[in-house]
């Protein structure tokens, strides 16, 4: 079984768990992900891999309760287990020491990046982040990012952390000053990632993106989370999740992110409707 | 005894009903149909219905054992070389097979072997037969079978029986391969399956679900740090292709295995009491003529769809299906739209497809395949309106336990290359069978090898122990 060793709330609605599962510790790299299901008739929920830990046999989750699976999910306890984890899934993030690397981390997307920030970093590159969020109550990760960083720049839309603009702000102005900047990584919401690309694309910095298109199978089966990089068809979960900003169609993406919406409300208006009377959309 | 030309029926659901329920359309011989069609069998002494059984199946020596009534005698006689014959008996082309080469077929239908072999197996789980047979002694080696479809499945039961200790690794959190997340249960009860399984726990398989190979763990790992002293590969050809023509993004427009996977592993059909959402819509129009499309096609009509086309650019006398579907598919009320190749699927601005851009073949020479080739009509072109496209064009091998492992054979195709008779690899130790060798076949074909391949490594093993005696 694949125990919840130690839950917390990291902001409203933004949990993180350390899950018991020794072969996925031994095995995870920066860049990847598993797939969990909660229950029998639990769907398969993909979550990056935001940290491990290889003596202690155990991976860190972050998620945030958008859905009916990441709000269940978000209701287990310390002890309680998973029904299913896999993994560790997707290519590693390329890791090498490329000199400057900006690492940019969206909301839940700090998450993610900040293995990657410390890979960077392990490596020997310059490692200058900006991490951002709407407020500073949603941000997360602050002082990981802090200790993995040359530099950090925090930029929240109200001002009550940080700058008041968005994350791309800090890196537009690194660029006007001439920073050379050998490499950028962005992981957050999808318009962020666009626009870190429209921001680096002029400048032909090489810059890099984190998918996360609907997956089921996570495995290369079912072809669900292709997203086209390039004029190419590429599968996210075996192909990425990782690809090249500067190719990817963003817009493609958004809109087979957004395919299930009316089930998803569905789902979840079942679900509230069920448990109140004695929960029986899921079993325990 | 005057002979029927005909095969006795098989009693079925009613096509209205059965369109709208995942329940098995056909419902399997009664006691007394099966000795009749029995006694159709002239029990042969040349045989020829065996050449055309992959596993050489004894069949009049189980057909007569039905016919006198020893339902023991039958199933062991089957059991013998076919370790799931409740699944051979239900989906083996055996129109191409075992049944094409029958002698009533010079002057009627042949003999139902594969409904005589379903009736001899299902018979037998009835009785409370336990898939299990006992075990030999612990031979104190370890075998890993990757993939657990039909042909890890046998190569682990048939390792079990000689005394490995097997562990069987697979990838979805659901053993079975497309025997589980692939053919409907209408056609194939998931409750055969599993008893199929749990038969090889029984017997002391483990199966260690979740388990990636390529991620988790890699082929070299389970041989050096895990302590396995052979490993099989039975990954399949899990890999979906797409036709590349424009559109193929659009919200709507799925691959088979997507299709069949959300309803089959993860019961989308149930939704909203299971949490994977499945989008069916009023007008599917499936791409492909093969078994893979039939399900996906009747799959599509069964949670609700209107119309379901299947899109096909040969005719129907190419239809790589097996006939049984073909005709239940028509029962069903499927159309069978013919002659037919996409070449481009439309959408809206909201990115959901609305239609499906067509033109006509017509048939010209015969092509490698020995098929005639279609080629297109010009100015032909047509829309099909459809609010769902399900793409069954066929699979090929998914690349992760190739690019993982160090001197591992693959041909262009990226299938491992294994020697037809034994299984064996280019990489000592390391055997495969199923469709990552062959590409996408059957059932029966992926047993056959995984049965094949679990001798080769019985006789490789032993040659180990031999060696360190
Ligand atoms: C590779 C990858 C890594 C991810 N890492 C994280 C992470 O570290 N933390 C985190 O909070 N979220 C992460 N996600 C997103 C997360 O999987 C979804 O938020 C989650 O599945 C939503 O489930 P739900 O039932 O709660 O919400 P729903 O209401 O069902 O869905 C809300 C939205 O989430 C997306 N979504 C739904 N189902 C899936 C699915 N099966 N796969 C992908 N997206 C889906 C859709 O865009 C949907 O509109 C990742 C996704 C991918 C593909
Ligand atoms: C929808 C459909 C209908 C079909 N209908 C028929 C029919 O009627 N009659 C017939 O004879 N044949 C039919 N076939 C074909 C038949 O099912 C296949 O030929 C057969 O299942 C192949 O068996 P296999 O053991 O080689 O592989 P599979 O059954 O594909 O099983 C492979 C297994 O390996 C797992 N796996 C893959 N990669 C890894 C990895 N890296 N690590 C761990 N596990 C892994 C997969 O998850 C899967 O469970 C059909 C196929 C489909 C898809
Ligand atoms: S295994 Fe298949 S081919 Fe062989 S006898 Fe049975 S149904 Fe026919
Ligand atoms: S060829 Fe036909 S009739 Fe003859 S033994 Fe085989 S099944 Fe019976
Ligand atoms: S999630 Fe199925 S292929 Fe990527
Ligand atoms: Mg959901």
Same mark, same amino acid.
């Given at each position: 079984m694949y125990k919840i060793l130690l839950k917390q709330e990291l902001a409203p609605n933004v949990k993180l768990f350390k899950m018991q599962a020794p072969l996925i510790a031994k095995k995870a790299q920066p860049g990847q992900f598993v797939i969990l299901r909660i229950d029998e008739d639990g769907e398969r929920v993909p979550l990056t891999i935001a940290d491990f830990d290889r003596e202690e046999g155990s991976i860190t989750l972050i998620f945030q309760e958008v859905g009916a699976s990441t709000k269940l999910l978000g209701t287990l306890n310390e002890g309680d287990s998973l029904l299913d984890l896999v993994g560790p899934l997707g290519k590693p993030t390329h890791i090498e020491n490329f000199g400057t690397v900006v690492c940019v981390g969206g909301g839940i997307g700090i998450a993610p990046v900040y293995p990657i920030a410390r890979g960077m970093k392990a490596a020997g590159n310059e490692v200058i982040s900006i991490i951002g969020a709407r407020n500073k109550e949603i941000l997360i990760y602050e002082e990981e990012m802090t200790a993995v960083s040359d530099t950090l720049h925090i930029a929240t839309d109200d001002g009550s952390k940080g700058i008041k603009g968005f994350v791309t702000d800090p890196l537009k102005q690194m660029i006007a000053e001439g920073k050379k900047i050998d490499l950028v990584v962005a +992981?957050?919401?999808? +318009?962020?990632?666009? =626009?870190?690309?429209?921001?680096?694309?002029?400048?032909? +910095?090489?810059?890099?993106?984190?998918? =996360?298109? +609907?997956?089921?199978?996570?495995?290369?089966? *079912?072809?669900? *989370?292709?997203?086209?990089?390039?004029?190419? =068809?590429?599968?996210? *979960?075996?192909?990425?999740?990782?690809?090249?900003?500067?190719?990817?169609?963003?817009?493609?993406?958004?809109?087979r992110q957004r395919m299930y919406i009316p089930k998803e409300k569905q789902y979840a208006e079942h679900c509230a409707s069920t448990r109140e009377g004695g929960c029986k959309c899921h079993s325990h | 005894m005057s002979l029927s030309l005909k095969k006795n029926a098989m009693p079925e659901q009613d096509p209205k009903v059965r369109a709208r329920n995942?329940?098995?359309?056909?419902?399997?011989?009664?006691?007394e149909l099966a000795q009749a069609e029995a006694s159709r069998c002239l029990n042969c002494k040349a045989a020829p219905c065996r050449k055309g059984c992959p596993v050489d199946v004894d069949i009049p020596a189980f057909i007569k054992h039905i016919k006198e009534g020893d339902m023991e005698a039958a199933i062991a006689n089957i059991k013998e070389v076919n370790g799931l014959p409740a699944i051979c008996g239900r989906v083996c082309p055996q129109e191409d097979q075992c049944e094409k080469f029958c002698v009533l077929t010079k002057r009627g239908e042949a003999v139902g072997i594969g409904r005589l072999e379903r009736y001899a197996a299902d018979y037998a789980r009835q009785q409370g037969e336990s898939a299990a047979t006992a075990a030999a002694a612990a031979v104190g080696q370890k075998v890993a079978v990757i993939g657990s479809g039909p042909a890890g499945l046998s190569a682990a039961g048939e390792l079990a029986k000689k005394g490995y200790a097997v562990t069987i690794f697979e990838a979805l959190h659901l053993p079975g391969g497309v025997l589980m997340y692939g053919i409907p249960e209408f056609r194939l009860p998931k409750e055969i399956v599993q008893a199929e399984i749990d038969g090889l726990r029984q017997m002391g398989v483990t199966i260690e679900v979740n388990a990636v190979i390529g991620r988790t763990f890699t082929v070299d790992e389970l041989i050096e740090e895990e302590g396995f002293d052979a490993v099989f590969i039975g990954t399949g050809a899990g890999l979906p292709h797409f036709m590349h023509?424009? %559109? !193929?993004?659009?919200?709507?427009?799925? /691959? @088979?295995? !997507?299709?069949?996977?959300?309803?089959?592993?993860?019961? @989308?059909?149930?939704?909203?009491?299971?949490?994977?959402?499945? #989008?069916?819509?009023?007008?599917?129009?499936?791409?492909? %003529?093969?078994?893979?499309?039939?399900?996906?096609?009747?799959? @599509?009509?069964?949670?609700?769809? !209107?119309?379901? #086309?299947?899109?096909?650019?040969? /005719?129907?006398? !190419?239809?790589?299906?097996?006939?049984?579907?073909?005709?239940? @598919?028509k029962e069903e009320g499927i159309i069978f739209t013919l002659l037919t190749a996409p070449v481009e699927v439309q959408g809206n601005q909201e990115g959901w497809v609305t239609g499906l851009k067509c033109i006509r073949m017509e048939l010209g020479e015969p092509d490698a395949s020995g098929r005639r080739r279609p080629v297109e009509i010009p100015g032909s072109e047509f829309v099909l309106p459809t609010d769902t496209v399900i793409i069954a064009i066929g699979q090929g091998p998914n690349p992760l336990v190739q690019s993982t492992t160090k001197g591992l054979e693959t041909n262009k195709k990226g299938n491992i290359v294994a020697d037809p008779e034994t299984g064996a690899t280019s990489k000592p130790g390391v055997f495969a069978g199923g469709d990552i060798v062959t590409g996408a076949a059957t059932v029966i074909l992926a047993m056959g090898a995984g049965k094949k391949a679990a001798a080769a490594i019985d006789a490789y093993l032993s040659g180990k122990r031999a060696g360190q005696a």
């Open positions: +992981i957050g919401p999808v +318009i962020m990632m666009r =626009n870190v690309a429209e921001v680096t694309r002029p400048y032909q +910095i090489p810059t890099v993106v984190s998918l =996360n298109p +609907i997956m089921v199978d996570g495995t290369g089966m *079912c072809g669900g *989370c292709r997203v086209s990089v390039g004029e190419e =068809n590429k599968f996210a *979960c075996v192909d990425g999740p990782e690809f090249d900003a500067h190719k990817v169609d963003f817009a493609g993406l958004v809109a | 995942f329940d098995e359309v056909a419902l399997g011989y009664e006691a023509i424009p %559109g !193929e993004n659009f919200n709507g427009v799925y /691959s @088979a295995n !997507e299709f069949l996977t959300r309803c089959n592993l993860m019961k @989308a059909y149930r939704f909203p009491d299971t949490g994977t959402p499945i #989008h069916v819509g009023k007008k599917v129009a499936v791409v492909g %003529g093969g078994n893979v499309a039939m399900d996906a096609a009747r799959t @599509a009509l069964r949670l609700g769809a !209107e119309e379901v #086309h299947i899109v096909y650019r040969r /005719s129907e006398t !190419e239809l790589p299906a097996r006939l049984e579907e073909i005709h239940h @598919a």
